[in-house]
């Protein structure tokens, strides 16, 4: 039998483990990104392992979320990660040159090649062939030390995308679509493979919105063959020579065939508070619209944000409407300026942003409240923008550029004119003077630490007996921005014990204080959640803040892929109940007691909860492999190492 794509590509890069759903495998990681939110944590982490130099293929160090500087925090953490990345053999992509997943799709993914990220979204090279996977900071700092990326063997799931687009339809509504389809949660341990006639129609920029947008379904990643027009791409970026072709086989098999006519689909908007509540900018018909915000990793393409310039020339934002524009690249607003789009878009009305993550996180342009933002970005989770009350849709660049004239939720097929159809350029400005490579002729190389930096802090052994309280109860689709906010907060991500005290800020807002003072008394934190806990970012923040207010186990209906594998990392253990219904037995504030967990976990028995304020017990499950228990019982992955 035949091969997948996915299939090929592990199994060039296997090291431990059989290519068996279900089962733990290791496999080898080429390459490497960080971004400033989560890479400060990683390269402190790296440091703490005493390795002299990266060992992978490529490690690239961005600075993209945290370029609003106001206090001193985000600049001192920008020095320390230059000096890093001149000291350990790292690239830097410094401040302005663009986000993470647009820059290194332009410069650096390869078809074929391995990729993890300290970002969720890493999955966005998956659009040139590559398996590319959102992971930990931790994870990526050990990628970097040389050791394998361990990780679930996937089931594959084909995507078939047949027949073509119409016209005002693109590939942002092909994602939502499949959003509808699968959902935010019940995709763990799954790959999308994307094949079928239509996609020879998609170019790569499209094809990176939907592997981009695949992690909001919660897939281990997503990935696109690698063919001509990925060739063509390679060719635009001047680097046809990392070009392979990577195709499936034809008798290869799925776990699963889903079939997408493109012809049917119309424009399409995820609304409040979800990617997966999705519904037709038709029915939104009408809405009054205040902000537009074009840009993020997902829809901020020379494509994109040519489309939309062509749909607004001549013309000017609606008085109502504050428009906000942030390409995904420098080399996206120059080729932009020189093509005379740029000058389009800025007679429109649009605000300039800087080429970084800036709304999407809530990291700048906050919307007034209770308004209604209509974002190409790829999360409208509550509050992420910055404004708790504020509505925020997730729309296509060409629904996004209607709203922008006409001040209100507009199907762009309305607009009375014909669709503008842009090409990508077989040739590109290239300039990588915002690329700093490491020079190895400097040694004895400072690194610069600034007030606001501090080690990672380091987690105690699992006890025997794990006795505390249910600290917080919380429902389903808990995302990492509910247990630890990003935008204004994010500036303390290097400091563990500041960052700390806003762990569930937006959901319990006395929970830090609550949690640090149960810790001090020697007694035990436990979270309780619901269905797909930890979905959204892969920061580790969400881990590593918690483990230091004294959060020993969570015990949810279910829980996500990277913020389970960041809990585990941490010396925290992650239960799931055998039987949903004991999640209503439990009261925020009971007495909880978990005993002879050391020995259960060592032997694979089953552990059972003690609700002492109630009087009850209940079952719950874990899923650990052995390299995963020795963790967990070491009080997590540094603890291990530095036992070696």
């Not at 906050?366 to 504020?390: E, I, M, Q």
């Amino acid at each position: 039998m035949g091969k997948n794509i996915v299939e090929k590509i592990l199994a060039g890069h296997l090291v431990s483990g059989t290519l068996k759903p279900g089962e733990e495998i290791g496999i080898r990681i080429d390459q490497t990104l960080t971004q400033d939110a989560t890479g400060t944590m990683a390269y402190l982490q790296f440091e703490a392992m005493n390795v002299p130099k990266v060992k992978t293929e490529l490690s690239v160090s961005y600075i993209d979320h945290n370029t609003i500087q106001i206090g001193f925090e985000n600049a001192d953490d920008h020095l320390y990660l230059q000096s890093i990345a001149q000291k350990f053999g790292i690239i830097l992509s410094r401040a302005g040159n663009g986000i993470c997943h647009q820059v290194h799709l332009e410069r650096f993914g390869s078809p074929g090649k391995t990729l993890i990220g300290s970002d969720s979204h890493t999955p966005t090279c998956g659009a040139l062939g590559m398996i590319a996977i959102g992971a930990g900071g931790l994870d990526v700092a050990q990628a970097m030390a040389g050791e394998p990326f361990y990780l679930t063997c996937p089931s594959i799931i084909k995507i078939n995308l047949n027949g073509n687009l119409k016209p005002w339809v693109s590939a942002k509504d092909i994602i939502l679509k499949v959003l509808e389809i699968f959902t935010t949660k019940g995709n763990v341990g799954t790959i999308f493979e994307y094949g079928g006639e239509g996609i020879a129609s998609l170019s790569v920029p499209e094809r990176a919105t939907i592997t981009n947008m695949g992690a909001e379904c919660g897939v281990t990643t997503s990935v696109f063959p690698s063919d001509n027009l990925t060739r063509l791409f390679l060719k635009s970026q001047q680097r046809e020579a990392d070009f392979a072709e990577l195709t499936a086989d034809i008798d290869a098999a799925y776990a699963k065939i889903v079939n997408i006519d493109l012809s049917q689909l119309e424009p399409l908007t995820a609304k409040p508070h979800s990617p997966d509540h999705i519904a037709t900018v038709r029915s939104m018909k009408g809405i009054p619209v205040n902000q537009v915000c074009l840009g993020s990793c997902t829809n901020s393409s020379y494509k994109d944000l040519a489309t939309v310039a062509k749909i607004l020339k001549d013309k000017v934002a609606h008085p109502d409407v504050s428009f906000i524009l942030a390409p995904g690249s420098r080399q996206v607003l120059d080729n932009l300026a020189r093509d005379g789009y740029l000058a389009c878009l800025i007679a429109s009305g649009a605000r300039l942003m800087e080429n970084a993550c800036g709304f999407c996180i809530g990291n700048s342009q906050s919307p007034k409240s209770g308004a209604v933002s209509l974002r190409t970005s790829n999360r409208n989770f509550l509050g992420r923008s910055g404004t708790l009350d504020a509505d925020i849709y997730l729309v296509s660049p060409e629904t996004a550029a209607a709203a922008v004239i006409t001040g209100r939720f507009t199907d762009p097929r309305d607009l009375p004119m014909e669709y503008p159809q842009v090409e990508m350029p077989l040739s590109l400005t290239v300039d990588d003077n915002m690329i700093l490579r490491p020079d190895n002729s400097q040694s004895n190389i400072e690194i610069y630490r600034g007030p606001n930096i501090g080690a990672p802090p380091v987690n105690s052994a699992l006890p025997d007996t794990l006795s505390g309280q249910a600290t917080i109860k919380v429902g389903d689709k808990i995302t990492t921005d509910h247990i630890i906010p990003a935008g204004a907060r994010m500036k303390y991500r290097s400091n563990i014990p500041k960052y700390s005290e806003f762990v569930f800020e937006n959901v319990d807002a006395s929970f830090a204080k609550r949690a640090l003072t149960l810790k001090e008394s020697g007694k035990h934190n436990i979270i309780v959640a619901g269905l797909s806990y930890g979905q959204g970012s892969s920061r580790e923040h969400a881990a590593i803040c918690p483990m230091y207010l004294g959060v020993r186990a969570v015990i949810a209906k279910s829980l996500e892929r990277i913020h389970a594998a960041n809990l585990i990392n941490f010396g925290i253990l992650p239960l799931t109940f055998v039987q949903e219904s004991d999640y209503d037995t439990i009261g925020q504030g009971d007495d909880l007691e978990i005993a002879g967990v050391r020995t259960a976990i060592m032997e694979g028995q089953n552990l059972f909860v003690q609700n002492k304020t109630k009087g009850t017990s209940f079952p719950v499950h874990y899923t650990l492999s052995s390299r995963q228990k020795q963790i967990i019982l070491a009080g997590g992955a540094l603890n291990v190492r530095s036992h070696q």
